[in-house]
């Protein structure tokens, strides 16, 4: 008896050897294992023999639809339906010619070949997001890849030659093995600059550091023209309105976007800031993912379950998406919870929107009244602070939940500073006589011209008049093809 349960427990002891040793061999077959591509690799159809199902998953963003807040339909965001009196605040800017909904990745090369944004002086690192071949080029290029007007001339034409891909699997994955890499230097640098090297994050960091390298406030550096994250100071939208004040205090480096049309005044454009969105808020102070929320598992055709590659909205598959956290919600209790979110958020937003246009134009009545220069610039401060902060919330894509508190103390103090110019305006122009009446309702006038005007390209011409002139040349907008 005694020797056959030593002879089971020998048994035992072999299987679980065995097992353990076959475990280990599958994890490291798995570390070893290959794709057979090369480390070069930049199109996407290459990855399609390998990954058939993921393959599959990422086309579906060539899927498009019209949401309440936004959607990925090719419309202008100056339909009337939708926000066409923007022309007014991006006056003077190529974003008041042309300004499209955000549509799926697979588009990216398309859509920034047709926007009338993009013109004979554009600059090479405007492709920075929307091209796999985009490290292989700043490689090669160096820094006459950011020169500007490099676009059209140069950077297009090697992009194309080199057989690159819209925004795709070798942005994110090492094409060897699959790992999750980051492959912007330009988001390298700027965690570098706040003490963080990506190159030892965690497999969870990877999940929103992929996703962050492009989806992130940015400017062309004034010396170089490189693409910079203005990050020193913090991710706030205040934070990084600091950060720009101290560049503007030397004359040589970034000053802003552009000059209002109207007002004068020197605006900063945010650019889809939704990664500083997301880090001030909750689910990222809670160790949640972009791609916990935004790669969702989903079962495909034979059953096999993968990460999604369609990148949208969670409020499209919530079971999974917020199910997978919140399972113990009603899923239809929690979207109603978040559109009320969203709702909220968006009349918040589009009162303090209404509130900066207005500035701009009291502004512009300052200046041909006569007002004194220093009251003129101390109210174009108040409307360069009110506009960045109402744009950090409308340029980002989550109309609000990334951070709900957050935007809404944002668009509070975005309110506030552009009251503050129109409290300035008011009572200059009280000095000078003008009749505010009579402002008021010219205002409303030149956003009647702007709502009315139904060529979406000449909206911004329709912003300026003869009670309102404009502050610079009108430039005709550029045919589309």
């Not at 919870?337 to 300052?366: C, F, P």
């Not at 007002?371 to 009110?386: C, F, M, N």
Request: proline share 4%.
């Amino acid at each position: 008896m005694r020797n056959l349960k030593l002879l089971l427990i020998a048994l035992v002891l072999i299987i679980i050897t065995f097992s353990l040793s076959a475990c280990n061999d599958k994890e490291q077959d798995a570390k070893n294992l290959t794709t057979g591509l090369k480390a070069t690799e930049i199109n996407n159809e290459a990855f399609k023999k390998l990954f058939p199902l993921q393959y599959k998953s990422y086309m579906s963003n060539m899927e498009m639809e019209d949401t309440t807040y936004g959607g990925s339909e090719p419309r202008s965001k100056f339909s009337d339906d939708k926000e066409p009196l923007l022309p007014i605040l991006f006056n003077g800017y190529p974003f008041a010619t042309d300004y499209n909904e955000d549509r799926g990745h697979t588009y990216a090369m398309v859509d920034i070949e047709r926007t009338l944004r993009v013109t004979d002086k554009t600059a090479g690192g405007c492709l920075s997001c929307k091209s796999t071949v985009v490290p292989q080029l700043i490689a090669d290029m160096g820094e006459h890849y950011w020169k500007a007007g490099s676009f059209k001339s140069e950077v297009l034409p090697k992009a194309k030659a080199a057989g690159h891909s819209a925004v795709g699997c070798s942005d994110c994955h090492n094409p060897v093995n699959m790992d999750l890499r980051v492959t912007r230097p330009m988001f390298i640098d700027a965690m570098k600059e706040k003490g963080i090297d990506v190159a030892h994050a965690t497999k969870n960091e990877m999940r929103t550091y992929v996703c962050a390298q492009c989806h992130s406030e940015y400017f062309f550096k004034a010396e170089t023209n490189v693409v910079t994250f203005p990050w020193k100071d913090g991710l706030s939208a205040e934070a990084m309105y600091g950060y720009y004040d101290k560049e503007r205090a030397n004359p040589t480096s970034f000053q802003k976007d552009y000059i209002s049309n109207i007002s004068g005044a020197p605006i900063l454009k945010a650019q889809h800031p939704d990664y500083e969105n997301y880090t001030q808020g909750t689910h990222a102070k809670a160790g949640v993912s972009c791609a916990d929320c935004h790669m969702q598992y989903e079962r495909m055709d034979n059953g096999k379950k993968i990460s999604s590659h369609q990148w949208t909205s969670p409020l499209k598959s919530m079971d999974t998406s917020c199910g997978t956290c919140h399972s113990s919600r009603d899923m239809k209790d929690l979207e109603k919870q978040v559109q009320g979110i969203q709702k909220t958020y968006k009349e918040a937003l589009d009162h303090a929107e209404e509130i900066s246009m207005n500035a701009h134009y009291y502004v512009n009545k300052m200046i041909t009244s006569g007002v004194d220069t220093a009251k003129v610039k101390e109210a174009q401060e108040q409307i360069r602070l009110g506009q960045w902060l109402w744009d950090y919330n409308a340029a980002e894509n989550s109309t609000g939940f990334h951070n709900p508190q957050g935007a809404m103390d944002t668009l509070m103090k975005s309110a506030n500073a552009s009251n503050k110019a129109i409290q300035i305006a008011t009572e200059e122009l009280v000095k000078k006589g003008v009749n505010i009446s009579e402002l008021k309702a010219e205002i409303e006038k030149a956003k009647n011209a702007v709502i009315t005007e139904k060529d979406t390209t000449k909206k911004k011409n329709s912003a300026v008049n003869a009670y309102f002139p404009g502050q610079q040349p009108v430039v005709p907008a550029t045919p589309a093809k």
